[in-house]
């Protein structure tokens, strides 16, 4: 495995591939399409994008992609989940569906579309802890947000004050643990580079 230009799979089962592919590209890794098992083992980390959790979750099954990830997972290979992406990387789902699937990769209870009751959608400039340059643009879309994360979990963004969603202020938006960092909303649709850029040099770490 490179060091360098490190390999970084898209998870291309449903959801915005291209647009993580394409953050990816300008945050200098190779990018590839998984969508199989092969797929998988050769890459040196994984993005789950952005979509619909429990659709993604049963293409996980018939691909039968759902084991071999998690073990990936668990043996350390650096992940990156954004919104739906991160409602899979969940120990646990609130409001989800009964037969929905977790990989179990972020020692994290996720509710989905928490923000639903209140507003669909929405954008919001984040404190992102660790990131230089200032506030980070963040677009949510029938966003999960962290209900409860465990002592290994570091809390990277809440969501701000903000008049769009009152009663969300504070809730927890992006996390890392170890080699696994998600966030609610999607960085990939925004042109700011730098989450990509974090998970890059996780990967390059790794
Ligand atoms: N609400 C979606 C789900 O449950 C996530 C939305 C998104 O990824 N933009 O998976």
Redesign the pocket.
Known sequence: MTTKQPLIGVLALQ?DVREHAAMLEGAGARVRPVRRVAELAEVDGLVLP?????T?SRLLETFELLDPLRERIEAGMPAFG???GM?LLARQVLDGRPDQRQLDGLDVVVR??AFGRQVDSFEEELDFAGLEGGPLPAVF????WVEKAGDGVEILARVPDVTAAPDAAARIVAVRQGPVLATAF?PELTGDERVHRLFVGMVRDA
């Open positions: 959801g952005g979509g619909e959790s429990t993604m954004s919104c739906a409602i989905r579309n879309i029938r966003a999960p999607h």
